[in-house]
């Protein structure tokens, strides 16, 4: 689970700096950003629970 969050962030991450650098489309833009760092934010608290797994 962690690693499809992991690559939605980092695609989500390059989406923005397509749109950044190459097409301006403003808020979108950044609303991808946003959304990618809210899925890292998720996975940072998430994800130490996660591993561990059952005694």
Known sequence: MAGILWGIIMLLFIF???GFFLFHLGAVIHLLLVIAVIALI???VRGRGATTGPP
Request: charge should be neutral; aromatic fraction near 34%; avoid cysteine.
């Open 16 to 18: 923005w700096l397509l």
């Open 42 to 44: 998720f996975n940072l």
